[in-house]
């Protein structure tokens, strides 16, 4: 424990190694504390190893494989050979690239003179943390952690359905989908969130006969309609099947594969889909049971998340929690951040809450769908007034030349001020373009300065220019 009479550089003991947590133990470190960071699985956790990490790797030869059948459109004569994807090629690079990244981030920590610990820890009191290392004698002791501070940064992991369970043999959870060495025959996808959308449009352009469940009217509920409407536009194209209306009862195995038993109004003349495998994405839940919280008085929700207050602090004042074992938004950075907020405010520097209405973030399917601020929903029901113009890349000369077809650029400015306040881009690569836009959002700038920066002739870019051009308002 610190001496009160120096000046406060406060133990922490950080539970998790995943962004919630190493984020919090760099900036911790950096800033003098004593920092312990104990992981189960390996630093970078479940986004490292398991989820954002391999999952964008995957999507990353999709999109090659995307660029490839685009080429023969742009003149390229590839002859008669079909492009395939060498899955256990691709796997190995997955966890190569993945673990390669982990690594990186223990040796980081270590070098900030963070204390990592592989093993399982437990909360056991309001300072205190129960550790069982990996390498621990069988039969040993846990050791006990006293720190000023406590992080959790569990994490979450996937949801399971009681009648679809995983065996990572033909019905996997995202985390097992990589084992798979050869491309499914026919992958159907329960579950259209961001997680099952992603891998529906990985598989189908790596050239999968791919089948998308989605208990909605459309896939990606939450998201901006207009976008998602155009991705289901572009499913359809490449012969991507989405099942609207639909839950999935039960996966179960059949001799050479699956079959997926459906219910809701979409399910009347389709009981059920056959399959070669099924890939269930039902969203997720934290990994706060048994971890000894509500014993030392932190509450959770019905749902098991960690409750917070804007500085990541919990019902307990020594505890803090960030990621997605707090049940706010599901991003890596949203957990960094967390993490950053909590650190700052336990060591008594600068702070900024966590301000959601400037986040941004990216659906890395093909075409990408990333968005900041905003959004249309928040217009359409009165929360925000503001004017909206929604320009298709359709006009744009660089599309034309890329061979980019569909997508658009959506600006969301304040009415009267013309202070930009949130955007949409859909196009490959939207992840990259979005940036221009969420600066805009950030920096409070107007749409005639967006309008205003010189944009490269021919580019993408030149559409949010053009876009903000058009929400100038004379006076
Ligand atoms: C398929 C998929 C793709 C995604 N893609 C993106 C993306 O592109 N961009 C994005 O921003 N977000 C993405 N996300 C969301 C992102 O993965 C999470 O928001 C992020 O991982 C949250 O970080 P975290 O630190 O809270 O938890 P995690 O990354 O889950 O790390 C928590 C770690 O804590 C460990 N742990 C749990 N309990 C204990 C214990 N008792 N003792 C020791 N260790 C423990 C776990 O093993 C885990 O390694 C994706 C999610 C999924 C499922
Ligand atoms: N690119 C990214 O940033 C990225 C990628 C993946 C995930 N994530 C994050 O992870 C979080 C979780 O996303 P997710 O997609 O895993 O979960 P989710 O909860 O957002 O989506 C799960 C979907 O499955 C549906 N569902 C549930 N039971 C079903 C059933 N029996 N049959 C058919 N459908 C069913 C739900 O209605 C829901 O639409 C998101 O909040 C997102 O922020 C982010």
């Given at each position: ?13 950080i539970?998790g190694g ?11 470190a950096?800033l003098?504390?004593t920092?312990t960071?104990?992981e189960?699985q390996?630093?970078g956790g479940a986004?490292v190893l398991?989820?954002?990490v391999p999952s964008k790797?995957?999507i990353?030869t999709?999109d ?14 590839l002859g008669?050979?079909?492009?395939r994807?060498s ?7 997955i966890?190569?690239l993945a673990?390669?990244q982990s690594?990186?981030?223990?040796r ?8 990592v610990?592989l093993?399982?820890?437990?909360v056991t009191g309001?300072?205190t ?5 990996h390498?621990?004698?069988?039969g ?11 992080l959790?940064?569990?994490g979450?992991?996937p ?6 369970k995983p ?10 989908v990589?084992?798979l060495?050869e491309l499914?025959e ?5 579950g259209s969130?961001?997680?099952?959308a992603?891998f529906a ?7 999968a006969q791919?089948?998308l ?6 896939v ?5 309609a207009d ?7 572009v499913?359809q194209e490449?012969?991507?099947d989405v099942?609207a209306?639909?839950?999935?009862e039960?996966?179960e ?9 459906l219910?809701?109004?979409g399910?009347a003349d389709?009981p059920?889909?056959d ?10 839940v934290?990994n706060?049971?048994?971890l000894g919280l509500?014993?030392v008085g ?6 098991g998340h960690v ?7 919990t ?6 929690a960030?990621?997605d074992?707090?049940g ?12 950053r907020?909590a650190?700052a ?7 900024k809450?966590l301000?959601?209405?400037?986040l941004?973030?990216?659906i890395?399917t093909?075409?990408?769908i ?5 959004t249309?929903?928040q ?6 007034q503001a004017d909206?113009?929604?320009?298709d890349?359709?006009?744009n000369p ?7 077809k569909e ?12 202070t930009?306040?949130g955007g949409v881009v859909v196009?490959?690569?939207?992840s ?6 969420a600066?805009?959002v950030?920096h409070k700038?107007?749409v005639d300065d967006?309008?205003d920066?010189f ?6 870019s030149?559409s949010i220019?053009e ?8 006076l």
């Amino acid at each position: 424990m610190t001496d009160e009479n120096t000046t406060f550089l406060p133990s922490l003991t950080i539970i998790g190694g995943g962004p919630g947590g190493y984020e919090a133990a760099m900036v911790a470190a950096k800033l003098g504390a004593t920092v312990t960071v104990i992981e189960r699985q390996g630093l970078g956790g479940a986004a490292v190893l398991t989820d954002v990490v391999p999952s964008k790797t995957l999507i990353a030869t999709a999109d090659s494989m995307r660029r490839v059948d685009l080429a023969r459109d742009l003149g390229v004569d590839l002859g008669d050979a079909e492009p395939r994807a060498s899955m256990a090629e691709v796997g190995r690079r997955i966890l190569e690239l993945a673990g390669e990244q982990s690594r990186d981030i223990h040796r980081a920590l270590e070098r900030r003179g963070v204390r990592v610990i592989l093993g399982e820890a437990t909360v056991t009191g309001p300072h205190t943390v129960a550790v069982r290392s990996h390498d621990a004698a069988e039969g040993a002791e846990p050791e006990t952690i006293t720190s000023d501070a406590i992080l959790v940064a569990v994490g979450a992991s996937p949801r399971e359905l009681p009648t679809a369970k995983p065996d990572g043999e033909r019905i996997f959870n995202w985390k097992q989908v990589y084992a798979l060495e050869e491309l499914p025959e026919h992958l159907i996808v329960v579950g259209s969130g961001v997680t099952g959308a992603e891998f529906a449009s990985a598989y189908n352009r790596l050239g999968a006969q791919v089948t998308l469940v989605s208990s909605r009217d459309r896939v990606l509920p939450g998201e901006d309609a207009d976008a998602a409407q155009l991705l289901e536009h572009v499913f359809q194209e490449h012969g991507l099947d989405v099942a609207a209306r639909c839950r999935a009862e039960s996966v179960e195995r059949t001799a050479d594969g699956v079959r997926v038993h459906l219910s809701g109004d979409g399910a009347a003349d389709r009981p059920y889909i056959d399959g070669s495998h099924a890939l269930v994405a039902v969203g997720g839940v934290p990994n706060t049971a048994g971890l000894g919280l509500e014993e030392v008085g932190v509450e959770l929700t019905e749902a098991g998340h960690v409750k917070v207050d804007g500085v990541s602090r919990t019902t307990v004042p020594s505890i803090y929690a960030a990621g997605d074992c707090t049940g706010q938004l599901a991003l890596a950075s949203v957990a960094a951040m967390q993490g950053r907020i909590a650190v700052a405010h336990l060591l008594g520097d600068a702070l900024k809450p966590l301000r959601p209405h400037l986040l941004a973030s990216n659906i890395f399917t093909s075409p990408e769908i990333a968005t900041v601020g905003v959004t249309q929903e928040q217009v359409d029901s009165g929360r925000y007034q503001a004017d909206v113009i929604r320009l298709d890349f359709a006009t744009n000369p660089r599309a034309k030349m890329q061979g980019v077809k569909e997508g658009f650029v959506k600006i969301f400015a304040r009415q009267g001020s013309g202070t930009v306040i949130g955007g949409v881009v859909v196009a490959p690569r939207a992840s990259e373009l979005i940036y221009a836009i969420a600066l805009a959002v950030t920096h409070k700038l107007h749409v005639d300065d967006l309008a205003d920066t010189f944009t490269v002739y021919p580019s993408m870019s030149g559409s949010i220019a053009e876009a903000a051009r058009r929400l100038h308002v004379r006076l």
